[in-house]
């Protein structure tokens, strides 16, 4: 390993010991161990999985025009969802501030979502048609 | 042969380590990963220092959004990175399952590393996200919590990095092209799609949330927490009740006390009316990465504590009316206590203080976080 790695790597080392402390020292390390290692797991196990699945479905299902419209309307709406998440229950929601979490997020995420599978859609049949106009062609 | 093609069962070899899971795309998304994480670990750094300064450090007070900035982008690119998160997983998912597990103690020790990379990473970002939407559904103190795990975060990147680097530049140096190595039509979208997919993910999360602090993206942030409406057209962190100053705030016989070396004096609402009133446009800015231009209004701090003998080289202790929590006080460095900009303000956007901004006077300060620019103010002390 050449001096610059060797050097990056215990630069790493020491943060991450200091972060570590860091846990240690101002919280519990129980309480936050959970929300560490929770999502890994909840990733490895049935998003990942989930989201690879339906890309491989994708892949094998639907005609080569529309897959590279539908990967990107699905790498989007999994992005918002994952934002949308935060605010759609309004959980953090109180009732002496109107100010906060003022907004419809249910109509908002919809409409997103909506515009980003219309756009899709969109990109789709104009990928089809110059598809079609080429074989034509050849 | 451009129509359907048969679903594979099991999937396709080149499906597990076609252009989805190719090592120029995950070392691309990786760069990208690193550069937004490295710009939402600096300015996370800077927002820390400023609520618990070191001693060799100081905030500057200009330009009066320079808050407003570092903190927007502390939020704006943990937002950023949630697609480009879970994009990168993505790409490297199959290597989960790498067999054998584990070939040598290295090894060993270089997955534990992506393990607690993952972790920290997933952390922050929901942390930060949720902390935004004001939602605890944990038991730890966000503040530290967040702050401690952003250093195994970016250790753990430093680490990845160090592993991965003559990977990384075999990746970045190879060109993205598709048509050599693996036909498209067989291994489904290119790399250079999927690139464009979380690249057009990080622009839609963007535009979804960042309304909350770029004024002229509120009414496309669908999914930004706040509108930026709010009493006097600017939105509340922590409102009076929620501070439990509702009573004590609206008293009529408040006083304000300020205290400096040579005097204690003690002020109604009417007397600090009457001190030489001073305007000034200043943004709040909050922590949590919301921000909005305000107009403020009343006197300047630093009359206030020329009035009770302090120097503007000292430091100014602003007391609430609220006892509860973290944030009933904050310190107003020496640099901000002079500025012509640092008021106690009375009036907002040309009314009196809404109660929930701080009646009967609050802090404004410019380049400040929220958090320390202290409500209901009753006691100021020029600190020796």
Redesign the interface.
């Known amino acids: 390993?050449s001096v610059?790695?060797?050097i990056?790597?215990a630069?790493?080392?020491?943060?991450?010991?200091?972060?570590?402390w860091?846990?240690i020292a101002?919280?519990?390390p129980l309480?936050?161990a959970p929300?560490?290692?929770g999502?890994?797991l909840l990733?490895?196990a049935l998003?990942?999985p989930l989201?690879?699945g339906v890309?491989?479905?994708g892949?094998?299902?639907?005609?080569?025009?529309a897959?590279?419209p539908a990967?990107?309307a699905?790498?989007?709406c999994?992005?918002?969802t994952?934002?949308?998440a935060?605010?759609i229950t309004r959980?953090?929601?109180?009732p002496?501030?109107?100010?906060?979490?003022?907004?419809n997020?249910v109509?908002?995420?919809l409409?997103?979502i909506a515009l980003?599978v219309g756009l899709a859609v969109i990109a789709t049949l104009l990928n089809r048609r110059r598809?079609l106009s080429s074989?034509r062609v050849t | 042969m451009t129509g359907r093609r048969r679903l594979s069962i099991p999937p396709h070899e080149e499906e597990l380590t076609g252009p989805l899971h190719d090592e120029r795309v995950a070392a691309r998304l990786g760069l990208a990963l690193g550069i937004a994480f490295g710009i939402c670990f600096i300015t996370g750094l800077v927002s820390h220092a400023i609520q618990q300064p070191p001693w060799w450090f100081t905030w500057p007070t200009r330009p009066v959004n320079l808050y407003r900035v570092t903190q927007g982008l502390h939020v704006i690119t943990g937002i950023a990175s949630i697609p480009l998160l879970l994009a990168k997983l993505a790409t490297v998912y199959p290597r989960l399952f790498t067999w054998p597990p584990v070939r040598s103690a290295a090894h060993a020790l270089e997955r534990a590393s992506v393990l607690v990379l993952v972790g920290a990473a997933f952390f922050e970002l929901i942390s930060g996200l949720l902390n935004i939407a004001h939602w605890y559904p944990w038991a730890f103190f966000f503040p530290t919590a967040h702050y401690a795990v952003a250093w195994i975060a970016v250790g753990a990147i430093l680490v990845h990095i160090a592993v991965k680097l003559p990977v990384i530049r075999r990746a970045l140096g190879a060109p993205m092209g598709d048509s050599e190595d693996t036909p498209a039509s067989d291994a489904g979208p290119s790399r250079r799609i999927f690139l464009a997919a979380a690249g057009a993910g990080v622009v839609a999360a963007i535009l979804a949330t960042a309304g909350a602090t770029v004024p002229w993206l509120r009414r496309v942030s669908v999914l930004a927490v706040r509108t930026g409406e709010g009493p006097q057209g600017v939105p509340v962190n922590k409102s009076a009740v929620a501070a439990g100053v509702v009573d004590s705030a609206s008293d009529p016989s408040f006083r304000l006390e300020v205290a400096g070396p040579d005097a204690v004096v003690t002020l109604s609402l009417a007397d600090l009316r009457a001190m030489p009133q001073t305007v000034a446009d200043l943004p709040i800015a909050c922590v949590e990465g919301w921000s909005a231009s305000a107009t403020w209004r009343g006197v300047r701090v630093r009359d206030l504590v020329t009035r009770v003998g302090g120097s503007p080289e000292q430091d100014v202790r602003f007391i609430s009316l609220q006892e509860s929590g973290l944030y009933g006080q904050s310190v107003l460095p020496a640099l901000h206590a002079r500025d012509d900009l640092s008021l106690l303000a009375l009036e907002l956007n040309g009314e009196e203080l809404d109660l929930d901004h701080g009646f009967p006077c609050r802090l404004i300060a410019p380049s400040r976080p929220g958090v320390l620019q202290t409500k209901w103010v009753r006691r100021i002390e020029v600190i020796a």
């Open positions: 390993m610059g790695r060797s990056l790597m630069v790493g080392v020491a943060l991450m010991t200091f972060g570590g860091l846990v101002n919280n519990n309480q936050v929300w560490v290692l999502p890994v990733h490895d998003l990942a989201i690879l890309v491989w479905l892949h094998g299902l639907l005609p080569r025009y897959q590279a990967l990107v699905l790498v989007v999994g992005g918002l994952a934002v949308a935060s605010v959980a953090g929601a109180r002496d501030n109107p100010s906060l979490l003022d907004r997020y109509v908002g995420y409409g997103a980003t598809t074989r």
